[in-house]
Nanobody, 114 residues
Framework: QVQLVESGGGLVQPGGSLRLSCSASGISSIRDMGWYRQAPGKQREFVARISSGGITLYVDSVKGRFTISRDNAKNTVDLEMNSLKPEDTAVYYC?????????WGQGTQVTVSA
């Protein structure tokens, strides 16, 4: 059974940094993985994605501030977030598409506030 577990959220001041991690288990091959986020009262939105070969894609609002990376040997994907803004406040979800199904983690809260 596929399971995604996130860690690393928390409270940070504007301009600060956080690193999120997602660990995948129950998979038999390397898959694309990524992150979505959902702010209060808003729809879940795409943040970043990294292919099995390391090709990355970001939403415009985080380009130059966030970096997604992966360790295929450990089945983990990280999201390094720098220069955080209050508008980055959200629950961040790790995801992994497998065929026609998408698996999600439980989410980790990121709060950017003074």
């Amino acid at each position: 059974q596929v399971q995604l577990v996130e860690s690393g959220g928390g409270l940070v001041q504007p301009g600060g940094s956080l690193r999120l991690s997602c660990s995948a288990s129950g998979i038999s091959s390397i898959r694309d993985m990524g992150w979505y986020r959902q702010a209060p009262g808003k729809q879940r939105e795409f943040v970043a994605r990294i292919s099995s070969g390391g090709i990355t894609l970001y939403v415009d609002s985080v380009k130059g501030r966030f970096t997604i990376s992966r360790d295929n040997a450990k089945n983990t994907v990280d999201l390094e977030m720098n220069s955080l803004k209050p508008e980055d406040t959200a629950v961040y979800y790790c995801y992994m598409p497998v065929g026609f199904k998408t698996y999600w983690g439980q989410g980790t809260q990121v709060t950017v506030s003074a």
